[in-house]
């Protein structure tokens, strides 16, 4: 397990914005997101949009950033997820995970 604000793992890093579609607010899906990316050593963020979906940025090593991504096509109890977006990007040097 990796401390919320420990330095980035050693080897590559990859950046993905995640778009997750359905009944994906008021279902925990942000807080659930935050513990997983934390225990898996994954930085970025997680927010509810005014559309109904929820945004998320994940940036870490490869294979922790896709068991994110992987989660998201569930999500927490109660979810129902439609849809999921993946967008790779540049690395932005994110700091720990956060709720915004």
Known sequence: MTSP????????????????????????????????????GVRGWVRNLADGRVEAVFEGAPSAVEAMIAWCRTGPPGAVVTGVEVREEPGGGEAGFRVR
């Open 5 to 40: 604000g420990a330095a980035p793992p050693p080897g590559p890093v990859v950046r993905r914005r995640v778009l997750v579609e359905g009944r994906v607010q008021g279902v925990w899906f942000r807080q659930t997101c935050r513990e997983r990316a934390r225990a898996v």
